[in-house]
């Protein structure tokens, strides 16, 4: 090796942010939560009554899981009976502007395929 050559080290993917997209993915729902609240439709029971085989006890944890990564915030009313709303953050923005350009690149493949 010369003086003027430059060892790179390897380079590591983003540990939080990989296992973020992966939990996301992972999760049968929240592609469902978001389309939901593109819609307006942002309380818990409507979300729900709106899609066939949702469950409170799956939509629960799986709103629980988004809100613990900063993507969804929960607000929560001080009345009765109680009322919950879920909101896309602006960190939520930025991250599901990623899944849309993932969505991008798999229909991008999806043709490359198909040819």
Known sequence: ??????????????????R????IYGCK??????????EGINRP?????????????VLSQCLKRNVEFGILEKQIFNE???RVEYQVTPFGEKFLA???????LQSEIDLYQSS
């Open 1 to 18: 090796m010369t003086a003027n050559e430059k060892i790179f080290p390897r380079k590591l993917a983003p540990q939080s942010s990989a």
């Open 29 to 38: 729902w929240s592609l469902t939560v978001y389309q939901l609240l593109d």
């Open 20 to 23: 973020m997209v992966e939990t």
């Open 98 to 104: 990623i899944l849309e350009q993932l969505e991008n």
């Open 45 to 57: 029971g409507e979300m729900v009554r709106q899609v066939e085989g949702l469950t409170t006890k």
């Open 80 to 82: 009765l009976p109680p």
